[in-house]
């Protein structure tokens, strides 16, 4: 019997108990029955059995009422018992019984026995950095690395891992979630930074699949995590479900998010400029044959500004043409110019290795084209105004010129390297020619006109090839062979002679069936194999690299304009007088001032000079390197130059002195009495 049976029946004993007469009680009922054995006859009948009865109940009721206290008694001195019991082992063990006998967790210790049951999980809240760049080794530090990278929907973030104690793939599953593109990554490992430095050491794979032992190891310092086979994209992620602030523009009253307002401004404004040309009574849309207006954006995604007024993204539209015909080759390039954002590329380059810093640096997925280019020499602490980027492009098209192109004069086609190509460096070039059509540069007039005509979607079978622009020296004696020959014994003999470069070049007919008919056909198959097919693939390339910024379409668009920037036909030979009047704007001191006797001096020795350097008369000088001295370019910009040059003059100096930047040439009017002496110090 267990004992809540016990203590059940121990109850209703005792309440049997309480309805049971007292030892006095049970006395006066056997006194009474005796009494009535002594009265009336009727009551004497039997009265000693009754008596003896009552005596012997009275007996037994004592019995058993004795027996009832005494476990009561019991009872109650072994609840105190094991209430001291409890008492003692609430206070100094770490364990009691229940009534069922079970273990359970009881008193001040307590805390130090597991709990029985559900587990309960354990969080973990820590900061993750995600990196783009698969050979990243050192922390992002810059403000514009670190945008870029949240921007991507990479950076840094706080990361709550609900169990501490969860498996490895679970772990991963939960930075996956948090950094989605990190699903393409191939695999990634995570890093912590050395103390006292910028630089990311891995962290063990061991430790880094348990997040209990990570957070031992790491504490609170940041966790990086590195791609391992793929690079990132580090293209701005669309968050559909955040608009942010949103305004309206002021030019067409349109509400939009300040993200998508400073791309739509250029558009709007662009078009509406257009609205207002369309009224004017010397132009007429109508008779345009053009119904869109495409202008790129900074995303290197294009705006297209239909009739109606609407927007739609083209990923691949480009400038083609406007509404109305632009007049002039500056007009082309102000629309363009509103591809330019605001935003910079600080590019760092050496002077001796230009091109080599310019392709490294426009290779990084870092670097958009779309951004205004900022120059920097390495060593040098002049600040781009102008100057250095002009002398920048001048220094690139040099580099260009004798990396990756072959010929002579200013009739240069493009080399054949298939290295280059799979390395993509001629979208790169591409991609610097477009940026230099855009802003400001002098142009790349050192190309053949096919090259050019390339550029312009000709035919490859319409393009117009001259034979004498073709590099290989061989080739080119051959094709002044096939061009003098006079009859077909010469014209056979001369193919013969070097018929695997006529059938390289794709012209397969027999040399025993030519004739006079086929002279021409011979030469322009040959000479366009050497100058533009043998690089075609190139060339593609390139082209696609002149998209950017819309350029290669403007091209295509108005090839008469853009011309200037690619062949000879930009280039203009300079002279003494064009130098005098690209130096126009003089400075000289108020009339009658004895400053101003010395500078006009010093002026008519300057023209002196020009004059002499034409003729080649100062050995090792010409006026290119004058022009370049206070401009940074060797030769005139399409556009000009943006300010106006202007000449200066000085007391005190005792050499010229320039400013690339503003375009000011400074000359020293100490000399103004001796020619000779000015001449050495110039």
Known sequence: MDEDEKARKLKEAIDLLSSIPSDRDCDRAVGRAASCSAGPSRYQVGSSSITSACSQAASVLRSVRSQLQGVSGERRE?????????????????????????????????????????????????????????????????????????????????????????????????????????????????????????????????????????????????????????????????????????????????????????????????????????????????????????????????????????????????????????????????????????????????????????????????????????????????????????????????????????????????????????????????????????????????????IFQYFCGVEVSAILVDPQDVADSDVRTLLEKIESAEDVTALRSAALESVDITIDAGFTKPVSVMSMADKQELIHTVALHHMVLKCKAELDQLKSGLQVLSVGDAIKAHPGFFEVFFTEAGLTALTADGLQALLKDIRFSPKGSSERVKEESTYMYFIDFLNECEDGTPEGLVLEDIMNFFTGAEVIPPLGFDPTPTLHFNSESMFPTASTCALELTLPTRYHANYDMFKQKA
Not at 186 to 208: D, H, K, W, Y
Request: some cysteine.
């Open 78 to 450: 072994r609840s105190c018992d094991e209430k001291a019991r409890d008492e003692h082992r609430a206070n100094f063990a770490p364990y009691s019984f229940s009534a069922k006998g079970t273990k359970r967790r009881c008193g001040a210790f307590s805390s130090l026995v597991p709990k029985r049951g559900k587990k309960k999980c354990s969080s973990w809240t820590q900061k993750f950095v995600c990196l783009a760049s698969k050979d990243r080794q050192r922390v992002p530090c810059t403000i514009g690395e670190k945008e870029e990278l949240i921007e991507a929907g990479l950076g840094e973030r706080s990361v709550c891992i609900p169990d501490v104690e969860c498996s490895a793939q679970v772990f991963k599953e939960t930075l996956v979630a948090e950094f989605p593109k990190l699903a393409d990554a191939g695999g990634f490992e995570l890093m912590r930074c050395l103390a006292n430095t910028r630089q990311l050491e891995p962290i063990s794979t061991t430790v880094s699949q348990q997040p209990r032992a990570l957070k031992t190891i790491v504490g609170n310092g940041r966790i990086y995590i590195r791609p391992i086979q793929r690079d990132l994209d580090l293209t701005p992620s669309e968050d559909a479900d955040y608009e942010g602030i949103k305004e309206k523009c002021l030019t067409c009253g349109e509400e939009m998010s300040l993200k998508e307002l400073r791309k739509h401004i250029k558009a709007c404004q662009y078009s509406e400029r257009m609205r207002n040309l369309s009224h004017d009574d010397d132009f007429d849309l109508s008779d345009s044959g053009s119904s869109a207006i495409y202008v790129s954006d900074d995303d290197d995604k294009n705006l297209v500004k239909e009739e109606d007024g609407s927007v739609d993204m083209k990923a691949e539209a480009s400038l083609v043409t406007s509404a109305i015909a632009p007049t002039s080759l500056s007009e082309i390039i102000t629309n363009l110019t509103m591809c330019v954002s605001e935003e910079v590329n600080v590019l760092t380059v050496r002077r001796e290795h230009v091109l080599v810093d310019t392709l490294r640096a426009t290779g990084r997925k870092t670097f958009a084209p779309q951004k205004q280019l900022l120059i920097e020499f390495l060593g040098e602490e002049a600040e781009d105004g102008g100057g250095p980027r002009r002398e920048f492009w001048r220094l690139l098209g040099k580099d260009i010129q004798m990396s990756f192109c072959e010929g002579s004069g200013n009739r240069f086609v493009f080399r054949h390297d298939t290295v280059a190509l799979m390395g993509m460096k001629y979208y790169q070039i591409g991609q610097l020619m477009a940026m230099a059509v855009v802003q400001g540069g002098s142009g790349f007039q050192f190309l053949a006109p096919c």
